[in-house]
């Protein structure tokens, strides 16, 4: 199947600090990407959808000054997390589906553990 | 919101075969089935999907009741890698949109 791939896979940094998480689709291309975060024992939350050339959309309580995406190509999304708090800790997620295509599977990426401390 | 209902949790024995249920009662015509699991600590894995007839893949197969409103995805020989969290997800055809998550069903493969 498809490959996503995000990085870094774990990261930990200070309160007040930002970090950029990548998404990458290694062999197709991906004009929307999606982005979900995970809290302990808890399921994906969809956090806001990527849309390549163009701002992304965000789900409702979903800052989007603190959470800036970034599709500068069909093959790249970034996340950045501004000013990140304890709080922001979580699993963050991506996934992608091959070219345009409305059908078919949705491939996920390993997910990156952000710790704040 | 998840438009599925699935039990919070289920153990199978090494070997056996583990049936894990999903309701859908509200699906509409144009929506699939999809089941994804999620190992701990990694991103979810598609493991199979339909519409309305049964699917069987190398990893496992879907039965889809004749109204739609429930299925059931079969993994025939469970191996302790299957312990995982199993997600019923249904989505309409149309359109690139993303999958909504509920809470899932957690497999305990048991040896």
């Known amino acids: 199947g498809a490959v996503v791939s995000q990085h870094p896979s774990w990261v930990i940094c200070k309160s007040g600090t930002s970090v950029k998480i990548e998404c990458r689709s290694l062999?197709?291309?991906?004009?929307?990407m999606f982005w979900y975060r995970q809290f302990p024992k808890q399921s994906l939350m969809l956090m806001a959808t990527?849309?390549?050339?163009?701002?992304?959309?965000?789900e409702q309580g979903v800052e989007k000054d603190k959470f800036l995406i970034n599709h500068a190509s069909l093959t790249l999304s970034t996340l950045t997390v501004t000013s990140a708090h304890p709080e922001d800790s979580s699993f963050y997620i991506c996934?992608?589906?091959?070219?345009?295509?409305?059908?078919?599977?949705?491939?996920f990426g390993e997910g990156s553990r952000l710790t704040v401390l | 919101d998840a438009k599925t209902t699935q039990p919070t949790s289920m153990d199978c024995a090494e070997g056996r075969a583990a049936n894990l249920p999903c309701n859908h009662s509200?699906?509409?015509?144009?929506?699939?089935v999809y089941w994804y699991r999620q190992i701990h600590s990694q991103g979810p894995q598609y493991i199979i999907h339909?519409?309305?007839n049964n699917e069987t893949n190398e990893m496992a197969s879907l039965i889809i009741t004749e109204d739609r409103k429930s299925s059931t995805l079969i993994l025939p020989h469970a191996t302790l890698r299957d312990t995982a969290v199993y997600y019923c997800?249904?989505?309409?055809?149309?359109?690139?949109?993303?999958?909504?998550f509920g809470k899932g069903t957690r497999l305990s493969v048991i040896a």
């Open positions: 996934s992608a589906r091959p070219g345009t295509g409305v059908t078919g599977e949705l491939f």
């Open positions: 062999d197709f291309q991906a004009t929307t």
């Open positions: 990527s849309n390549e050339g163009s701002k992304a959309t965000y």
């Open positions: 509200t699906i509409s015509g144009n929506e699939y």
């Open positions: 339909g519409l309305k």
């Open positions: 997800i249904v989505r309409p055809n149309s359109g690139n949109t993303p999958l909504v």
